[in-house]
């Protein structure tokens, strides 16, 4: 649960005053490895989450040549150059490498670097929470790979469809370890769309509205809410099903009613956003460098970002295509056939758009450009080929066919294609140098010529059924010329790495912008551009782009909450001339990542409540005690290192401009948050009904003590205000009593909860006795987890206050920390009636 | 109002794609009667078919072939890593009339398809799939499982034999 106080500890100090003695930026120059360690800045993290992205592609790659190897001819079990279990296994870890841990970090890459630049902002809300967002996100790729090294990495499929995933049916600790990494992966998601969505939302210049907003950073405002959301509802999947893998709990055995078609319900719900997920960030860059290349502004520009709202809204709506082989009644089908034809619609228009922003136009073919429209014709193919399925009649005889690898290939991989356009596109940018363009542009023949050699005869070949590698003899010449495409596509992507790798080497300098007619911010500065990304404050007030003078508006940002409030014109009431120094470097960030990735390794070889005996045993609980010791430790000292970053508010930032950074963070964790425990308030209701509503009693048998901690939980927040209040009146002792308060009533409903569970242990009533027992422990446990991260944090916050801090007018921290609890709360009083009382 | 003539070409392109669309679907459903699995099997506790306790449900039978008044109805136990019937002896149906399949599983997900024919479904454990088929022509199909299943997944096959109704053994009824 790293990342429940994450936006709280950040917060604390992104509001300190200024004049702390700070270096310029501490940052280590780039050859020194200790930056890449400790920086917090986006371009840098941007470079880091691009890279590990690329390794990772390669990862994936690799896996998918030897699947394509064992599809070179029909074949039995035993033969070819995977077994079974490892052909299992290779095909798994390459759909949930390529999809969580290629494409959406590849993503992220230019997000971090580009979006700042595009929007004005000197950096993102809270760099260190991105820097931890890019360790958190490189813990769990070492997890995955780890995982082929116990035992067996996860062979079920990149769905993990339920009740295979338990460890009756998947004993080995390794896949554990995959369910983690992905656990993880949720964390260093959530960090980083609180981090997105409060940027985006509050830091862009003045004069910059939303409408004016640049497309890519459209997209990516667009993917960062999805993905906010979406990863909530994967969170809880993997959250119980690890706590069935680890804990004993029983949602997912077999001997319930509903626990699988649970699963591939909150899979799927996140499972289709995923989808777009993966696609937006590549059709917004495709979207700017159509601009670019054809020296047009996009046609329909408004529609355009109406039709991606559209999208990203239409794609909670649809998840359950995925599951027209289950027993799902015929209408209910019916209306998600509906809604999956409707979400084609506005697809349709961005398309229609693109083409006719080229045809009104007059188009360059450089390597970016030829990637971009390569991207468009493939995803055209996708897209066609998937309204097939979206027909329930037609979806009985595709799915589980190779149909559907086809389709859904060329739909991910034409995302791909456009953010491959988008390396090409930025790279001068990023690196300042000029990529190889003769090198580009044959990598792009290469690349449009295997893609298509691989992925479509599979369309010719879709009778073969998935996930075996038995297929019909008249198949083979399809599947051949499939994998001898697949050997191309490898040599295109190589081609390409050597092409950028030689040009950061032996490039010529690129200027700052290498692009005729190109439009955004991120042209208008240097390649690579300085730390501070401007040379000036950048501003759009007089309708188009101006750097002002720094110094007036960097001293007002200093003043933090104060400024925020009105908007543009802080910038006129400033003088007092301090030079403000903003942090770029971090030592806890990686400190976290890294006691993340031990504390995940330990807790794998946890199977249903024991350890593995002997050494292996010993191993793996000392890695748990050391891994949980350190990232308390860890989040401590960052929450309590003065870390100065820059403030939003300061331009445009409809509608939030009253609410300061680090709350707005809060709120949108909170959203995240609301998903999560209804996902899991969901899975208990869902089980209940499959279970029979009326047969199934609350597992306490009598409610008083609930109701107890109902009162003592209202109290608590009640405290909390007295709290904020006394800060208000800068009465130090006030604010810790109060505190004090509130931390005894949260303890007195830990206390009243341990009794309660130790009688009802003692009864023999344990996490696995029924399903009815599994979700009570389970979802009340993810409550009390939430109580006891809030108790850290009050005592942090008593300890704090007790030496003075929040009553010298700062008292942000105290009210922010009050969001959370109060929203604790909250689902707690939807808990209690739930199960408790009904 | 003046409307550009590649907008009037787009409109058309895309009027003929929906109607294209619309077209194949009404003819997947009413031409070739594509089987459809809905919730009609119902549900049936995982432990009872495991157990074989089939008296306790009455939405599933002892597997195997039955001739019954309604038509030839099929009952097969997808586990792991064989199907019942299915694998040790072929399912033999006949040609020509409609086959209701029942299939349902006691430990995890499987796959059922018969390869070169529309029947293609997913066999969760709770849950009976069933669905309807009518093979014109006789001759063998295999059945193949294709979810995951565990490490025996791809020995997991089965066989249908479809005979002449002359030839068609009534089964138990």
Known sequence: MTDDNQPRTDGGTATALPGDSHDDDHL?????????????????????????????????????????????????????????????????????????????????????????????????????????????????????????????????GWTLYAPLNI????????????????????????????????????????GLTMRSLPLFTWSWLL????????????????MILLSDRMLGTTYFAATTAGGSVLWTHLFWFFGHPEVYIVFFPALGAMAEIFQTFSGNRIVGRKWFIVSMVLV????????????????????????????????????????????????????????????????????????????????VVLDYEFRGTYWVVAHFHYVMVSGVTGLIAGLFYWFPKMTGKTYDEFLGKLSFAVYFTGFNLLYFPLFLAWGTPRRVFAYRPEYVGWHRLASVGAVILGIAFLLIIYNLAKSI?????????????????????????????????????????????????????????????????????????????????????????????????????????????????????????????????????????????HEGGLGEAWPFEGVENTKMGMWVFLASDVVLFGAFIGAAIFLRVAYGWTQWHPIPHNPIPGLVNTYLLLTSSFTVILALVAAQKRSRKGVVASLTLTFLLGLGFLANKAIEWVVLFSEGTGLDSSVRASTYYLTTGLHMGHVIAGLLVTAYLIWRAWNGAYTDGNDETLEYFGLYWHFVDIVWLFLFPLFYIV | ????????????????????????????????????????????????????????????????????????????????????????????????????????????????????????????P????????????????????????????????????VVEQSEFEGGEN
Request: glycine share 10%.
């Open chain 1, 28 to 156: 280590p120059p780039r050859w020194s490895l200790k930056r890449w360690l400790v920086t917090t800045n986006h371009k840098d993290v941007g470079l880091l989450y691009l890279a590990t992205a690329m390794f990772f592609l390669v990862f994936g790659g690799v896996l998918a040549l030897l699947i394509r190897a064992q599809m070179w001819s029909p074949r039995a079990p035993g033969t070819g150059v995977l077994s079974a279990m490892a052909y299992n296994q290779a095909v798994s870890l390459h759909g949930l490498i390529m999809v969580f841990w290629f494409i959406s970090p590849f993503a992220t890459g230019f997000a971090n670097y580009i979006v700042p630049l595009q929007i004005g902002a000197e950096d993102l809300a809270f760099p260190r929470l991105n820097a931890l967002s890019y360790w958190l996100y490189l813990a769990s790729g070492i997890l995955v790979f780890a995982s082929f090294f116990q035992g067996s990495s996860f062979a079920g």
């Open chain 1, 167 to 206: 460890p009756a049916f998947m004993p080995s600790i390794g896949a554990t370890t995959t369910v983690f990494a992905i656990v993880v992966f949720c964390a260093s998601i959530t960090v980083g769309g609180v981090n997105f969505l409060t940027t985006i939302h509050r830091m862009r210049a003045p």
């Open chain 1, 223 to 238: 993917t960062a809410w999805m993905m906010l959301l979406a990863f909530a509802a994967l969170l809880a999947a993997v």
């Open chain 1, 312 to 391: 990203a809204l239409q794609s909670f709506i649809v998840w359950m295509h995925h599951m027209f082989l289950t027993s799902i009644n015929l209408e209910v089908k019916t209306l998600f056939m509906a809604t999956t034809i409707g979400i084609s619609l506005p697809f349709d228009l961005m398309v229609f758009a693109l083409i006719y922003t080229l045809i009104k136009g007059r188009i360059r073919w450089d390597t970016p450009m030829l990637y971009a429209f390569g991207a468009l014709v493939l995803f055209i193919v996708g897209g066609i080929t998937g309204v097939f399925l979206g027909a």
């Open chain 1, 505 to 645: 080497v032996a490039g010529d300098d690129a200027a700052a912008n290498p692009w005729p007619y190109s439009t955004t911010a991120e042209w208008a500065v240097a390649s690579p551009p300085p730390i501070e990304n401007f040379p000036g404050k950048p501003s759009y007030v007089s309708g188009s782009l101006e750097f002002l003078d720094d110094d007036a508006t960097a001293a007002a940002a200093a003043d933090g909450g104060t400024a925020a409030t009105d908007g543009g014109h802080a910038a006129l009431e400033s003088g007092h001339g301090d030079d403000v120094h903003v942090d770029h470097a971090s030592y806890w960030p990686v400190t976290i990542g890294l006691f993340t990735l031990v504390t995940a390794l330990g807790l794998s070889g946890l199977q249903v409540g024991s350890y593995p005996s002997g050494l292996e045993g010993l191993f793996y609980q000392g890695a748990s005690v050391l891994g949980v010791v350190g990232l308390l430790g860890s989040i401590t000292a960052m929450g309590y290192e003065n870390f100065t970053a």
């Open chain 2, 1 to 124: 109002m003046h409307v550009h003539r590649f907008e009037r070409l787009w409109f058309g392109v895309s009027l003929v794609l929906i109607v294209a669309f619309i077209g194949t679907i009404i003819y997947g459903a009413v031409g070739p009667g594509i089987a459809m699995v809905d919730d009609s099997g119902g549900t049936v506790e995982p432990s009872v078919i495991a157990d074989g306790n089939y008296e306790q449900t009455n939405n599933f039978r002892e597997p195997g072939v039955y001739d019954t008044e309604d038509g030839v109805e099929v009952y097969v136990i997808a586990r792991q890593y064989f199907f019942q019937p299915g694998t040790t002896e072929p399912i033999r149906v006949p040609a020509g009339e409609p086959i209701s399949f029942h299939v349902t599983s006691p430990d995890v997900t499987h796959g059922f398809n018969l390869a070169g024919t529309n029947v293609n479904t997913m066999v969760i």
């Open chain 2, 126 to 161: 709770g849950q009976v799939a069933e669905f309807s088929v009518t093979f014109e022509e006789t001759g063998e199909h295999g059945i193949v499982c294709h979810e995951y299943c565990g490490s025996g997944h791809h020995t997991m096959e089965g066989q249908v034999v």
